[in-house]
């Protein structure tokens, strides 16, 4: 019977080659893996990879970046707009 291979799987994608999960061809973008700031190109904290890979090892900072995003647009609509905000807000009881 055939074992799995316990090892994480590697990407197959080429750069110009026809893409294998996506229409076109795959263009390969540089991830950086350490996340400091601001961001380092030292090379053993980079990596060449395609669009698909790229945004798997993003996936935690771009939650992070919509999360900052949302809680800034809602302070502004909260800030800018008095009137919607006392929509939002419950009325107090008499």
């Given at each position: 019977?055939?074992?799995?291979?316990?090892?994480?799987r590697r990407?197959?994608?080429k750069h110009g080659h026809a893409a294998t999960f996506a229409r076109g061809r795959v263009i390969l973008t540089t991830?950086?893996?350490c996340h400091c700031q601001p961001l380092c190109a030292i090379h053993s904290h980079l990596l060449a990879t395609c669009p698909r890979c790229h945004l798997r090892i993003d996936r935690k900072l771009h939650a992070a970046h919509r999360k900052?995003?949302?809680?800034?647009?809602?302070?502004?609509?909260?800030?800018?707009?008095?009137?919607?905000?006392t929509i939002t807000t419950r009325p107090t009881p008499t």
């Open positions: 019977m055939h074992r799995p291979n316990p090892l994480p990407c197959t994608e991830a950086h893996l900052q995003t949302l809680a800034r647009r809602k302070k502004e609509l909260l800030t800018s707009t008095p009137e919607r905000a």
